[in-house]
C-alpha cells in the first residue's frame, strides 16, 4: 500500500462501489448462482467472434476515425431507418462509442453545466447521477410509479425550470421491465415543446420488448429526434457485454458537440470489434430474434419460480424480473440480497440503491439472460425458501 495524506475533496462523495461489482463480487465469494449483475452465462455466436478474428488477422488493427469504422456506421444508420423510420448520417449524426456508460457520460458532460438541472426518473440506472455530479449539474428526481413504473408526467412538469438541461429517460427500463408508451412520448414531447431541453433516451434493451409490444424510440417522433441522443449497446443485443462497445445517434449539432468530448475521453472504439460486428450486423434476424428468445428465458424463469414465496412484478422488456419477498422476509432488500447470496446461494440486486432517498419497497431484481441449466438450479433453491 502506497501512504498517502492528500486532503482529498470528493467529486462524489456519497459514490461507493456500484452495487453491480459488490453482488458479483460477494456471488463469487459465496459460490452463488449470480443472478445479480446483467450479462449472459452464455456465448455470442462464433460467426461474431470469426468475423473479428478475420479483421485483426487482416491487419485492422490501427486507430479507426474518430466516430468509428464507416462500414459499422452505416450498418446502424440502416438498422435504425428500417426500425424507426428516422434517417440519421452516418458522416455527421453517428458515433459508435465505448459501451452505453461511455455514451451516456460524455452526453452529459457536452451539455451540462456546472448549476444545471437534469430531470431522471426514480428508480434510476446507477452511472446517470454521479455522471451528472461529476459535471457539476444537480439530478432532481421525477418518479417511476410503484408498482407498474408508469413515468409520473405530472412531477416532470412541476420540476421543469429555467435551470433543466437534460431529461434522460430509459425504455425499455432498467431496473423494472417498464416501457414508455406513445402517449408518454406525446407527453415528453409536449413538456419540452418550447424549450432547449436535450433528452437523452438510453435505449439499449431497445431489441428485448415481449408480449407483443413494442419498442418506441424517442427518434419515432420527429419532434423528439430533433433534441435528442439516444444510446444503444452491443453488449445487450449480441451477448458481449464485456466487449463494451455501443453507439450514439443525434441530429448534427447535438453530434458535433458529443464528438467534441468524445475525442478527447476516448477518441474512438477498438477496431476489431468494430468490423466483426459491421460484418455480422449484415444479418438483421440477429438482432430481430431477440425478443423471442428472452421471452422464452423470462418464462422459463418464472416457470422455476412457481409454487415460491416471490410474487413477480410486471416484466414488459430488458432481461429483468423483479419480484416482491415481503411474504418471505421483513428485510431491508439490502439485507435480504445479502442474506439470499450467502444463505441460499442466488445473488440479486436490491431495488433500493436506484431511489435517492432508498425507498424500499421490497423488491429484487433477478436477470435471466442465463442458460436454462443456470435457471433451474437458482429456481430450485429460491423454491425452497
Ligand atoms: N444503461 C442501462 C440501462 C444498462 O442496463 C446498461 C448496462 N447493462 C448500460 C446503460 C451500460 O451499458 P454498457 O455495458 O454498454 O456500458
Ligand atoms: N447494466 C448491468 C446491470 O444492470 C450492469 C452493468 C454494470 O455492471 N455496470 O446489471
Same mark, same amino acid.
Given at each position: ?93 453517428? *458515433?459508435?462509442?465505448?459501451? $452505453? !456508460?461511455? =455514451? ?7 451539455? &451540462?453545466?456546472?448549476? %444545471? #438541472? +437534469? ?61 414508455? *408508451?406513445?402517449?408518454?412520448? $406525446? !407527453?415528453? =414531447? ?7 431541453? &436535450?433528452?437523452?433516451? %438510453? #435505449? +439499449? ?69 468494430? =468490423? ?110
Amino acid at each position: 500500500m502506497i501512504p498517502s495524506s492528500l486532503a482529498i475533496d470528493s467529486k462524489l462523495p456519497w459514490v461507493g462501489t456500484t452495487i453491480f461489482t459488490v453482488m458479483s463480487r460477494l456471488a463469487t465469494e459465496c459460490g452463488a448462482i449470480n443472478l445479480s449483475q446483467g450479462f449472459p452465462d452464455f456465448s455470442a455466436e462464433p460467426a461474431l467472434f470469426e468475423a473479428t478474428m478475420r479483421a485483426m488477422q487482416n491487419g485492422r488493427n490501427q486507430y479507426p476515425p474518430m466516430a468509428g469504422l464507416p462500414e459499422l456506421r452505416h450498418a446502424i444508420g440502416a438498422k435504425v431507418e428500417s426500425l424507426y423510420g428516422a434517417r440519421f448520417d452516418p458522416e455527421s449524426e453517428i *458515433t459508435v462509442t465505448a459501451g $452505453a !456508460t461511455q =455514451a451516456l457520460f460524455t452526453a452529459i458532460a457536452a451539455f &451540462v453545466r456546472p448549476g %444545471d #438541472e +437534469v430531470i431522471v426518473f426514480a428508480p434510476v440506472y446507477d452511472s446517470y447521477v454521479p455522471a451528472i455530479e461529476t459535471v457539476g449539474g444537480r439530478a432532481v428526481y421525477a418518479s417511476l410509479l410503484f408498482p407498474d413504473y408508469r413515468p409520473d408526467w405530472e412531477s416532470v412538469r412541476r420540476l421543469v425550470s429555467p435551470r433543466t438541461r437534460m431529461i434522460i429517460v430509459n425504455t425499455p427500463n432498467n431496473p423494472t421491465g417498464s416501457l414508455m *408508451t406513445a402517449d408518454d412520448l $406525446a !407527453t415528453l =414531447a409536449d413538456i419540452v415543446r418550447d424549450t432547449d431541453i &436535450v433528452v437523452l433516451s %438510453d #435505449e +439499449v434493451y431497445e431489441h428485448i420488448v415481449f408480449d407483443g409490444g413494442k419498442h418506441l424510440s424517442v427518434i419515432s417522433r420527429e419532434d423528439l429526434a430533433a433534441r435528442s441522443i439516444v444510446v444503444s449497446s452491443f453488449g445487450k443485443t449480441y451477448h458481449i457485454t464485456g466487449w463494451k462497445i455501443g453507439y450514439v445517434l443525434g441530429a448534427a449539432a447535438l453530434m458535433n458537440e458529443f464528438r467534441k468530448v468524445h475525442q478527447f475521453n476516448v477518441f474512438t472504439v477498438n477496431t476489431p470489434c468494430q =468490423a466483426g460486428i459491421a460484418e455480422y450486423m449484415a444479418d438483421p434476424s440477429r438482432y430481430l430474434g431477440l425478443a423471442a428468445f428472452y421471452e422464452q428465458k423470462r418464462d422459463f424463469f418464472r416457470a422455476q419460480l412457481q409454487g415460491s414465496r416471490f410474487e413477480f412484478l410486471p416484466c414488459r422488456s430488458t432481461y429483468f424480473q423483479l419480484v416482491r419477498y415481503d411474504a418471505i422476509s421483513d428485510l431491508p432488500d439490502r439485507e435480504f440480497a445479502e442474506w439470499l447470496t450467502r444463505e441460499v446461494g442466488v445473488a440479486a440486486i436490491p431495488v433500493s440503491v436506484f431511489y435517492p432517498d432508498g425507498r424500499d419497497d421490497r423488491v429484487v431484481r433477478f436477470c435471466f439472460a442465463k442458460q436454462d441449466s443456470t435457471l433451474s438450479a437458482a429456481g430450485e433453491r429460491l423454491r425452497r425458501i
